[in-house]
């Protein structure tokens, strides 16, 4: 079983920059692909980056690609998710996963995460 704890959300004005944490505990908490999701009032919940578990690894959408850096500190058992450049279009809840799907790769579908956090609010003003 893995805990997740998501933290550094808030309200920032467009152009701004937030970066949210992830804690993770539990049974081998570090052998895990983590990525990070976001869901907006209305709409389904969508990838937004993702790392394997060594972080050489990452993905990111489109729609954040050149503005959000995802990564991880192993030996604190942390994920991070930098989002520079906000829009309000970024506004949602924003999520972390972890994923016990074996290699080393990284993964975008919902079903390969078992384990999510409680989410935390990133508010974009225009």
């Known amino acids: 079983q893995v805990q997740l704890v998501e933290s550094g959300g808030g309200l920032v004005q467009a152009g701004g920059s937030l970066r949210l944490s992830c804690a993770a505990s539990g049974r081998s908490s570090n052998n895990y692909a983590m990525g990070w999701f976001r869901q907006a009032p209305g709409k389904e919940r969508e990838s937004v980056a993702a790392?394997?578990?060594?972080?050489?690894?990452?993905y990111y959408a489109d729609f954040v690609k050149g503005r959000f850096t995802i990564s991880r500190d192993n030996t604190k058992k942390l994920v991070y998710l930098q989002m520079d450049s906000l829009k309000p279009e970024d506004t949602a809840v924003y999520y972390c996963?972890?994923?016990?799907?074996?290699?080393?790769?990284?993964?975008?579908?919902?079903?390969?995460?078992?384990?999510w956090g409680q989410g935390t609010q990133v508010t974009v003003s225009s």
């Open positions: 790392i394997s578990r060594g972080g050489d690894t990452t």
């Open positions: 996963a972890a994923s016990e799907v074996s290699g080393s790769g990284v993964y975008t579908r919902r079903l390969s995460y078992s384990y």
